[in-house]
């Protein structure tokens, strides 16, 4: 099911999406309050021995000390995603051009995609694969905030209000068969923290 118009998933910068994230920024895209809530809100939704995806990743990947099974990376720039020590593999896939997962069925308890979803031209497609890999009881964690990359994020994305985008992440999660959870949308005097949790739909 289509949530996006064309229009909508067009970006200002049509151009290879691996072009832009060809050199390594080794920064934080939210603020440290921002990244703290993140890193609370995976350790309530994490156990020891989970097998976790971190789809859209960098060096860092805001993970809890939780002692994780593996933790597969992904992102465009692989000097960034060499730096994770959170990784023990990774992988460079470019989503905007091809939306499948080298992943097996279920093989992870918890995907995590964390400051990155607004620039996805084809998030339905993504989810449906975030659903496949994740086993039954694990969940999809989308997290953002107002920031992003303007030229890289599409039109759907800039013009919607916080609220709105928040909305679109949940319809994201829903055409990929995933069921929306949990919903937090907290606003203050540091980086709005958003996030969506989205589980099988088999189980929930
Ligand atoms: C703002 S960074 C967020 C990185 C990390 N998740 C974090 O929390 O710091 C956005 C990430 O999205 C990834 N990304 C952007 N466009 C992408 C695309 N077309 N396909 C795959 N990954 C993409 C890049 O690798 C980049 O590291």
Redesign the pocket.
Known sequence: MDVLSAAGRQKRDDRD??D??DRP?Y????DDAF?QR?TTLYDELMAPGDRVF?????????LPAADLDYVIG????AD??AANDRYDEWF??????DQSLPLGDEAVDIV?????VQ???YPEAICSEFDRVLDDDGAVVV?FTN???PR?AIRAWRSASMAERSDLVASYLRAGGLTVTDRIAEDGATDPFYAAVGRSGTTH
């Open positions: 999406d691996g832009f994230y920024r920064v934080t895209h939210a990244c993140l971190d789809a859209m990743g960098s060096w860092v990947s805001h992904h992102g465009l720039n960034e995603l460079v896939q470019d989503f905007n051009e995590c995609c964390a400051l990155s620039y996805l031209q997290s920031r992003m990359f890289k």
